[in-house]
């Protein structure tokens, strides 16, 4: 009874950390061979966090210079700009301004470099599992052969081998990469106003639980989509390998309800993921959208300059992307586990 009850318990986040940490500890040994585009791919993720987390800094800078205050000042702009006549002298307000664009640009190059670094790693590691585990299985006995269903075999090398390329392309990049922007923002916005950042931050554990309800219901949901998508591969093998027999029998129409049934199950427990996965997005909206609220509630009271309230706000809406994208890496953890270890 006590091992029904364990079998049926589900498991935390830190659980299915833990439970990763040894499937991953063996796939990160076939990234030895790359170690070097591996740790360049992490490095610009962990530069892509440091310079997401100064944008905040830039935008109070620059639209405190051209506001001048609270209220736009055209004029003073125009004043400003005309020295660009005086010679060789640059205006300090266009340096300013090209800030922005220089911050994006830096932040987009390391943005596409860990993603190819860290895509070009896991693809390459793929290709070399798939490569070992065909060899290794053809070498296998008749009887192996006879034990196990050619279509399991190629739901092994086809679709697990692509949930192992998913955890190294996902799951380490962005484990290296968000937590830097969020530690990084929430930094920078506490250093510009720690109250501001108090009072729209309040309701950010509220996120947690939408994160954990959906969660949950989504690595069961990934779970089944695996099984059923193995037992789909499976019925379309015994088919097509042995149409003879099923044209001898007239078993056509079984093997396609058969066919049927593992596909509709297939598209529900898939249809079941996705609206767990995609749920937290909209909810974790509404709730940074309250803090936003609040946060204004608190401009007004204290009267914020428009380049600091710009500043706060710009950094706000850059922790939610890396919130977001960490709401749903577990349940890509928990897809990799069950591809390493099944």
Request: charged letters at 20%; one cysteine or more.
């Amino acid at each position: 009874m006590s091992n029904g009850k364990a079998a049926k318990k589900r498991p935390s986040f830190w659980q299915t950390v833990r439970e990763a940490w040894g499937p991953y500890r063996r796939l990160y040994s076939y990234v030895k061979p790359y170690k070097a585009r591996f740790i360049l791919g992490l490095s610009l993720g962990f530069a892509f966090g440091a310079v997401n987390s100064l944008f905040p800094l830039v935008v109070a800078r620059v639209t405190s210079v051209i506001f001048h205050g609270a209220t736009p000042n055209p004029m003073a702009l125009r004043s400003n700009l005309e020295v660009l006549n005086m010679g060789p002298r640059i205006n300090s307000i266009v340096l300013i301004c090209l800030a922005i664009p220089a911050i994006m640009t830096v932040r987009s190059l390391c943005s596409y470099g860990n993603s190819y670094c860290m895509n070009w790693v896991s693809n390459k590691v793929v290709t070399d599992i798939r490569n070992q585990l065909f060899g290794k299985i053809v070498r296998h006995s008749m009887e192996f052969f006879n034990k196990m269903r050619a279509g399991f075999l190629i739901s092994r090398i086809t679709n697990d081998t692509r949930g192992m390329q998913m955890a190294l392309s996902t799951v380490s990049s962005d484990l290296f990469k968000q937590p830097v922007t969020i530690v990084g923002g929430i930094s920078v916005l506490l250093l510009m106003d720690w109250k501001f950042t108090v009072v729209t931050l309040v309701l950010f554990p509220i996120c947690l639980v939408p994160i954990r309800v959906y969660g949950r219901r989504a690595r069961k949901a990934v779970l089944h989509e695996q099984e059923d998508m193995g037992e789909m591969v499976v019925t379309m093998q015994e088919t097509f390998a042995g149409i003879r027999v099923v044209k001898s029998f007239a078993r056509e129409e079984h093997q396609e309800k058969s066919f049927r049934r593992s596909n509709q199950l297939q598209f529900s427990n898939m249809m079941r993921m996705i609206k767990s996965m995609e749920a937290v997005g909209p909810l974790v909206e509404t709730i940074a959208a309250m803090g936003v609220g609040l946060a204004l509630l608190y401009v007004y009271a204290v009267n914020l300059s428009a380049g600091r309230f710009f500043g706060l706000i710009s950094g706000i809406f850059i922790l939610y992307e890396p919130i977001k994208t960490l709401s749903k890496i577990h349940i890509v953890m928990q897809r990799s586990i069950s591809a390493t270890t099944e």
